[in-house]
C-alpha cells in the first residue's frame, strides 16, 4: 500500500456569493522514497491539492469529500487536535517564500525547536541538539553559529535551507514542497532541489514536488500528475509523460516551450482561452473549451481517468499519442525535424548600430547615519559594460538576480543615471544630452514591464493609460491620437472594448498586451523588455512571445530582452550577452553562446537549468555552480565569477580578465581560462562591433 | 516529441472579448456594491440624511424664533408649544437645535473639506519630493502636532475671531495633520511604483505625477479621513463652543446649546442637555461610520469581485 492515497478528493472554497470548486475527484499515491510531481498553471489547483493534505486552507476553504490516507490512517476523519500531531511531525512542508514563512523575531534555531518540543516533547536542550542536527542534514554551514541568528541575517537560499531544516526536524514520512525554489535564483534552486533528493534517499521520506516549472519536475519527480482546473488530467512515471504525452493538454504544454522551438525558431503553439471559472465548471471535459481536437462529446460529457494500460492514465476521449506505454521519445519523428534547422541566425552585426553602449558603470552609494548621510561605499550595480543592439536585432541579456541586468534597462531607459560610460542612440548621448533633445530621442526607447499591471495606474483606464505618452509629447492633434491607439490595438491583438475597461479586468497575457501596445505608441525603435514574460503561465508566455517576434518583423523593432530564463532568451535572441554581478563576461551569437560556452559561469548556467526533457536533466553530471553570489558592495578582485569558480586560478584574482573574442562570428568572453582556445588570429575586434 | 502534421496548426484565435464577457462596470458602481453591504453603513447615510433634513427643511415646517429672548417662558419642560421645551433665554429648544444643527453641519463640512485638499496636496508634494525637504516638511508637522489641539483652537479663535467663516478655517488649518501623515506615507510607496516609472520614462513631469498618479491612488484615503475630520471638526466646535469660545449669541450650534445646558445639570433640565447630546453624537458616529465602509469600498473595488 502506498503511504499517502488520495482518493477522490474535493474541496471547495466558500466566497461571498458563489462557491469555487477547486478540487474536483483528484486520486493521487505516492509510496515511500518516492517523488510525485504535481504540476499544472496558475490556479489549476494544486497548492490547494497540498493544502487539503495538510488541512492547511484558506478561509473558507473545506474538504467536501473523498479520503487523504497517510499509512493508512483517513487523515480527514482525524480531529483538529490529532491533526496538529501530524502536521509538522508526519508531514513536513516547505512554502515557496522562506522569507514570509519565518517568524523574524526568533532566531533559526529557536524556531526549528519549536517544533521539536511539541512534537517529541523535548527538553529545550535537547530540541536545540536536534535543531543543529538538522541545519547540518540540509548543508548549513557551521550549523552551531547558524542556529542562533535571526532569519534576516541569513542570504534567501539559506533561509529555505533553514526552512526545510524545520520541515524535517522531526523526520517526516511525507515532505511537502509547494514550489520551493520559485523565489530563488537558477544556481540556488539547483542547490536545493538537489538537496531535496539527497534528503529523501537518505531520510526513505515520499516527496510531493508542486510546481508549474516542466523543467524542475522533469529533473525530480518519479512519477507526474498533471493538473488543470481542479481535476487530474495526466498521471504516468516522469519519462512516459514526456515521451508520450496522451492528453491534449499536455502535449500542448509541451508545446508551449520556447526551448522546443528555440532550434528551429518556429512560432510557439499557444493554448487560446483562459481555465474555466470554477465557480460554474463547464460540464464535459474542462479543457474542451480550449482544446484543439474537441469534439460536441467532449462539451457534453466528462472522460474518466482511464488508460489502456495501468501506468498511464489520462481523462480524454481523444488521446493524442500513442496507445503504447512508452518511456523512450518516438526516434523516427524526432531525428527527421530536428536536423532540419529552419532558423536562420541573422547576421545583425552588419545593419546600422542602433544603440552603443560602452563602458556604463552604475554605483549606488551605500549611506549610513540619519542626518548627516555618510558615504560608507557604493554598491556597484553596473561596472564597465559595452554593448551595441543593432537595426532589427534582438540581443538578450540573462544572468541571476543582481547581476545588474535590470539596472542596464534602467540606464537605457533613462530611470536611472549613469555613474560613468556612454549610452549612444544613434550617436547621440542618451544620458548626456540636453533636456529637450533627451526628451525627444526617450521617445524612441521604450521599456516593456516585466509586470503589467503593476505599470499602470489602477485608476486609470485602459484609454489614458495608453494616452499617456501621446499626451506627455503631445503627438498629433487629440483625434489623430484616438486614431494612432485604435490602430496599435488592432497590431497587438486587442479588442477595441478593451479602451474602457480598466487594468484589472484583464487577464495576465492580455495585460501584457497592453504593456506591449503601449510602449509602441510613441513608435519607438527600440524596446527595452525587462522579464516581459516571467510573470505568466507557459502557454500565454507562448503568446507574447509570438506577439513580439511578428511586430519585430512588421515594424522592424529591435529589442533588449532581459530575463533570468535562458530559453526563452535563446528562442528570441539573435545574441546573447550573459551578465555576471555587474560584468558582461560573454556576448556572441545565440547558437554559439548556448551550444559553445566561453566562460564557466555561462557553462554553470546552462547546466543549472533546468529542462524540460527527463534524459537530459538525468544526463547532467555538472554540480552547476557552488556557493551564492558574493556582495556588489565590495566584489571580489580580478575576475568577479572567481569565488565561484571551478577553475579559478590564482592569476583570477589579480588580473581582471577583458573580453576577447572567441571564434569568427564576435564571439566575446572575459575569461582567463577558457573552455575553448582564443580565436586563433588575435584579431583586434572593432569597438563598434562589441 | 514531435506533433502529427495536421496538429501544428494555428490554434483558433482567441475570441478577442470573450474574455472580457462582463458589461464594464464603472469604479463608483463597484464601489457602491461594497458599500452597500454594509448595513450598518445605510443605517448611517439614513441618519444623517435626516439630520440634514430636520436642520435644514425642518424650519420649514416649523416655525420658531430662535434669537427674540422670551424671559416669560424660561426653562419650560416639553409640553403645547414647545415639543423640546424651552432654555434660559425662553427661546424654543427644537427651533435652536435646527439652526443649531445647520451651523455645525456647515462648518464640520466646509472645515472638514479644507482639512483633505490642504492634508492630501502637502503630504502628496512632501512624499513625492522625498529628500530633506521631506524631512523639513514633516518635522514642521510634527511640531504643530506637538501641541494640544484644544489649545491651538483656543488661541486661534480668541486671537482672530470667532465668526463663522474664521472658525470655519481656524477648525480646518488644525485638522489636517492627520491626513497629511498619511497620504504622505501613501505617496510614498505609489512614487516608487512601476507606473510610476513608467509615467517618468515617458518624460512626465513631478506635476503630472502628483496629480494624474498619486493624488488619484491616495482618494480612498483621503476620502475616509474627511469624514472622520468632518466628524472631528464638529466635535472641536462643539467643544470651543462648550467653553464658550465659539460661536457667539445669537448664532448657535449643537455645542454651545450643550454649553448652556450643562450650567442646568443641576436642576433636572435634562431637555437642554440630551436632545443636542443626542444629535452631536448622532453626527459624528454617522460621519465615522460611513468613513469605515467607504474605506472598504475603496479598497475592493480595485479588487476582482
Redesign the interface.
Known amino acids: 500500500m502506498a503511504l499517502l492515497e488520495v482518493i477522490g478528493l474535493r474541496t471547495e472554497i466558500r466566497l461571498k456569493r458563489s462557491v469555487v470548486h477547486a478540487l474536483d475527484g483528484i486520486n493521487l499515491s505516492v509510496d515511500a522514497g518516492e517523488t510525485l510531481g504535481i504540476v499544472g498553471e496558475s490556479g489549476c489547483g494544486k497548492t490547494m491539492t497540498a493544502m487539503s493534505i495538510m488541512q492547511l486552507l484558506p478561509n473558507g476553504g473545506t474538504v467536501v469529500g473523498g479520503q487523504i490516507r497517510l499509512d493508512g490512517r483517513d487523515l480527514l476523519s482525524l480531529s483538529p487536535e490529532e491533526m496538529d500531531s501530524v502536521r509538522g511531525n508526519d508531514i513536513g512542508m516547505i512554502f515557496q517564500d522562506p522569507t514570509t514563512s519565518l517568524n523574524p523575531t526568533m532566531t533559526i534555531g529557536r524556531q526549528i525547536s519549536e517544533s521539536v518540543r511539541i512534537h517529541r516533547g523535548a527538553s529545550k536542550k535537547e530540541a536545540h541538539e536536534r535543531a543543529v542536527e538538522a541545519l547540518s542534514l540540509v548543508g548549513m554551514p557551521s550549523p552551531k553559529q547558524r542556529a542562533l541568528v535571526y532569519p534576516h541575517e541569513l542570504s534567501g537560499g539559506m533561509r529555505q535551507r533553514a526552512m526545510i531544516a524545520m520541515a524535517l526536524a522531526n523526520e517526516p514520512k511525507l515532505l511537502i514542497a509547494d514550489e520551493p525554489t520559485t523565489a530563488l535564483d537558477v544556481t540556488i534552486q539547483k542547490q536545493i532541489l538537489e538537496l531535496i533528493d539527497n534528503l529523501k534517499q537518505q531520510l526513505g521520506m515520499a516527496v510531493i514536488l508542486v510546481t508549474h516549472d516542466l523543467g524542475v519536475i522533469a529533473g525530480r519527480a518519479d512519477k507526474i500528475a498533471v493538473m488543470y482546473a481542479g481535476k487530474v488530467v495526466e498521471t504516468t512515471s516522469t519519462r512516459a509523460l514526456f515521451a508520450n504525452p496522451r492528453h491534449p493538454y499536455t502535449e500542448a504544454l509541451f508545446a508551449s516551450l520556447p526551448e522546443r522551438s528555440a532550434e528551429s525558431g518556429e512560432r510557439l503553439y499557444s493554448i487560446p482561452g483562459l481555465p474555466p471559472d470554477l465557480t460554474k465548471p463547464p460540464a464535459g471535459c474542462r479543457f474542451a473549451a480550449r482544446c484543439r481536437y474537441a469534439t460536441d462529446e467532449c462539451r457534453t460529457s466528462e472522460p474518466p481517468l482511464a488508460g489502456t494500460v495501468e501506468e498511464h492514465r489520462f481523462a480524454c476521449f481523444l488521446p493524442v499519442g500513442e496507445p503504447v506505454y512508452r518511456t523512450e521519445a518516438a526516434p523516427v519523428a524526432a531525428t527527421a525535424v530536428a536536423t532540419e534547422r529552419v532558423r536562420v541566425s541573422r547576421d545583425s552585426t552588419l545593419t546600422e548600430p542602433l544603440l552603443r553602449i560602452e563602458g556604463l558603470v552604475k554605483d549606488y552609494p551605500v549611506t549610513a547615519g540619519l542626518v548627516l548621510r555618510r558615504n560608507v561605499g557604493s554598491v556597484s550595480a553596473v561596472a564597465d559594460v559595452s554593448l551595441t543592439v543593432h537595426q532589427g536585432e534582438t540581443v538578450g541579456l540573462v544572468g541571476e538576480s543582481g547581476c545588474g541586468k535590470t539596472t542596464v534597462g534602467k540606464l537605457i531607459v533613462g530611470l536611472e543615471k549613469p555613474t560613468g560610460g556612454s549610452l549612444l542612440f544613434q550617436d547621440r548621448d542618451l544620458a548626456q544630452a540636453p533636456r529637450a533633445e533627451r526628451r525627444h530621442l526617450r521617445r524612441d526607447v521604450q521599456l516593456m514591464f516585466q509586470d503589467s499591471y503593476a505599470a499602470m495606474n489602477p485608476r486609470m483606464m485602459v484609454r489614458s493609460v495608453m494616452r499617456e505618452p501621446l499626451d506627455i509629447h503631445r503627438v498629433d492633434s487629440p483625434a489623430e491620437r484616438d486614431r494612432r491607439i485604435r490602430e496599435i490595438f488592432d497590431l497587438v491583438g486587442l479588442p477595441l472594448s478593451a479602451l474602457d475597461r480598466y487594468p484589472h479586468e484583464f487577464s495576465g497575457g492580455q495585460r501584457q498586451r497592453v504593456g506591449l501596445a503601449r510602449a509602441l505608441a510613441l513608435r519607438p525603435k527600440l524596446i527595452v523588455a525587462d522579464e516581459p514574460v516571467s510573470a505568466l503561465d507557459v502557454s500565454i508566455q507562448s503568446q507574447v512571445l509570438n506577439l513580439m517576434r511578428d511586430l519585430q518583423g512588421e515594424l522592424g523593432l529591435s529589442y533588449l530582452f532581459i530575463s533570468h530564463d535562458l530559453s526563452v532568451i535563446r528562442y528570441l535572441s539573435d545574441r546573447i550577452g550573459v551578465m555576471y554581478l555587474g560584468k558582461l563576461v560573454e556576448i556572441g551569437p545565440a547558437e554559439s553562446v548556448y551550444a559553445n560556452p566561453v566562460h564557466h559561469y555561462t557553462r554553470g548556467l546552462l547546466d543549472t537549468i533546468p529542462v524540460a526533457d527527463p534524459a537530459v536533466e538525468a544526463a547532467k553530471s555538472s554540480q552547476g555552480i557552488a556557493g551564492e553570489l558574493p556582495s556588489a558592495i565590495d566584489p571580489p578582485s580580478g575576475c568577479r565569477f572567481r569565488t565561484r569558480c571551478p577553475a579559478a586560478q590564482e592569476i583570477c584574482a589579480r588580473v581582471e580578465p577583458k573580453l576577447a573574442p572567441y571564434g569568427p562570428d564576435n564571439h566575446l568572453a572575459a575569461c582567463h581560462l577558457p573552455l575553448r582556445p582564443a580565436a586563433a588570429a588575435a584579431q583586434e575586434v572593432a569597438p563598434a562591433l562589441v | 516529441?514531435?506533433?502529427?502534421p495536421e496538429?501544428?496548426?494555428?490554434?483558433?484565435?482567441?475570441a478577442?472579448?470573450?474574455?472580457?464577457a462582463e458589461p464594464?462596470r464603472s469604479?463608483l458602481r463597484r464601489g457602491w456594491e461594497v458599500f452597500s453591504e454594509n448595513k450598518l453603513a445605510l443605517v448611517a447615510v439614513g441618519v444623517l440624511v435626516l439630520i440634514i433634513g430636520f436642520c435644514f427643511l425642518g424650519p420649514l415646517f416649523y416655525h420658531s424664533d430662535t434669537s427674540v429672548v422670551d424671559l416669560s417662558a424660561v426653562t419650560k419642560p416639553p409640553g403645547a408649544g414647545h415639543p423640546l421645551g424651552t432654555d434660559n433665554d425662553g427661546i424654543d429648544e427644537l427651533g435652536k437645535m435646527m439652526v443649531g444643527g445647520q451651523t455645525s453641519l456647515e462648518i464640520g463640512l466646509a472645515a472638514g473639506s479644507i482639512a483633505a485638499i490642504a492634508g492630501a496636496l502637502y503630504g502628496a508634494v512632501s512624499g513625492f519630493v522625498g529628500g530633506w525637504i521631506d524631512a523639513l516638511m514633516m518635522r514642521v508637522i510634527d511640531s504643530l502636532m506637538s501641541f494640544p489641539l484644544i489649545f491651538l483652537l483656543i488661541y486661534l479663535s480668541s486671537v482672530y475671531g470667532k465668526s463663522k467663516g474664521m472658525l470655519i478655517l481656524e477648525v480646518g488649518l488644525t485638522s489636517w495633520f492627520g491626513i497629511t501623515r498619511l497620504v504622505r506615507g501613501e505617496a510614498l510607496a505609489i512614487k516608487v511604483?512601476?507606473?510610476v516609472?513608467?509615467?517618468?520614462?515617458?518624460?512626465?513631469g513631478g506635476t503630472?505625477i502628483i496629480f494624474?498618479?498619486i493624488l488619484?491612488?491616495t482618494?480612498g484615503t483621503t476620502i475616509v479621513n474627511t469624514t472622520f475630520s468632518i466628524a472631528d471638526a464638529v466635535f472641536a466646535l462643539s467643544t470651543l463652543s462648550y467653553i464658550g469660545l465659539g460661536l457667539q449669541a445669537p448664532n448657535n450650534d449643537l455645542g454651545g446649546m450643550l454649553d448652556v445646558g450643562t450650567n442646568y445639570a443641576g436642576q433636572g433640565y435634562w431637555w437642554m442637555i440630551y436632545p443636542p447630546a443626542v444629535v452631536i453624537i448622532l453626527i459624528i458616529l454617522s460621519f465615522n461610520v460611513i468613513g469605515d465602509a467607504l474605506r472598504d469600498a475603496f479598497e475592493s473595488r480595485?479588487?476582482?469581485r
Open positions: 516529441m514531435t506533433l502529427a496538429t501544428t496548426a494555428e490554434p483558433p484565435a482567441a478577442p472579448g470573450t474574455e472580457l464594464p469604479m511604483r512601476d507606473y516609472d513608467a509615467s517618468r520614462m515617458m518624460g512626465a503630472r494624474k498618479h488619484p491612488n482618494i480595485l479588487q476582482k
